[in-house]
Each structure stands twice: as structure tokens, then as C-alpha cells.
């Protein structure tokens, strides 16, 4: 633990938190409210570290993807490709 102003921050809720945010268990708003009472800091400041990490639970819709060509033909598999 470490003592800051707001008193002592226990280190494993905080990376709780962020592990959380990152995996898609928390939003935004939630996630910087519990991080700024855990470690002291302000909400703002809580929500830009948020905002930096990236997240796990986005997926893309509507067949737009950045993989190259080569790697999407690879994952639609031997069942439609043309009978010989």
C-alpha cells in the first residue's frame, strides 16, 4: 500500500479497475469514479488514464476489417469453397 493524501491506496483494487475497463466490465463513467476514490486521484485525471488503454470487447460489424486480404481467406474455411 502507499500513502497518498487521500490515505492508503490498495494497488490490487486499482489494477482491478483497470483490468475491468479494459476487458469491457466497466464503462467510462463508472470506471473513473471508482479508480479517483481508490487511488486519490480526480475524475478527470481517472478518466483520461481510462481513455488511454486500449479495449478488448470491440468488435467490428458489418464486414469491415483492417486484416490484409491473405488472412481473411484464410478464416472462411474449406465449407465454401466450390465442390470439384
Do not use: C, F, W
Not at 27 to 47: C, V
Not at 58 to 76: A, C, M, N
Amino acid at each position: 500500500m502507499a500513502d497518498t493524501k487521500a490515505g492508503k491506496v490498495e494497488h490490487d483494487a486499482a489494477i482491478e479497475t483497470m483490468v475491468d475497463y479494459k476487458r469491457g466490465l466497466r464503462n467510462l463513467d463508472t470506471g473513473s469514479k471508482i479508480l479517483s476514490q481508490q487511488t486519490g486521484l480526480d475524475e478527470d485525471i481517472s478518466a483520461m488514464i481510462l481513455k488511454s488503454m486500449k479495449r478488448n470487447n470491440v468488435t467490428q460489424i458489418r464486414g469491415y476489417s483492417k486484416e490484409p486480404e491473405r488472412l481473411r481467406k484464410g478464416k472462411i474455411g474449406k465449407s465454401n469453397e466450390p465442390k470439384r
